[in-house]
């Protein structure tokens, strides 16, 4: 049997409920705007068109897909919103941990952007 909740115990389930949401959300427009994997693979990016195409897409407030390295070596793709490019390193918010996260410039294989 269950009985009535508490009005702590409600706002805390709502809040799991809300971030929960969030999160489906966030993964399912990564995955709308994933590019076709034929254009993953085939259009890696040179590191001068790949800082150019960050920072019009920190000026322009717009996602990009990147294609990243990380630190076991492993490839990984990320759909990302640019805040800063500096020293080498991308600052960006990234939807699939919903956090902003720094990437090493020269571990992105490459980068798209994406439509608004």
């Not at 709308?32 to 040179?46: F, G, H, I, Q, V």
């Not at 294609?67 to 076991?72: H, K, L, M, P």
């Not at 990234?94 to 608004?116: C, K, M, Y």
């Amino acid at each position: 049997p269950v009985g009535p909740i508490d009005a702590r115990s409600a706002a805390r389930f709502a809040a799991r409920v809300a971030s929960t949401v969030t999160a489906v959300r966030a993964g399912d427009r990564a995955a709308a705007n994933r590019p076709e994997p034929a254009l993953r693979a085939a259009e890696p990016t040179t590191p001068a068109s790949t800082l150019a195409t960050l920072r019009e897409a920190v000026e322009a407030g717009s996602s990009v897909w990147i294609g990243y390295v990380d630190n076991a070596g492993a490839t990984v793709e990320r759909v990302v919103d640019p805040v800063r490019v500096e020293a080498g390193w991308l600052s960006a918010y990234d939807h699939r941990t919903e956090d902003v996260r720094s990437f090493a410039v020269h571990r992105i294989t490459g980068v798209r952007r994406l439509p608004a």
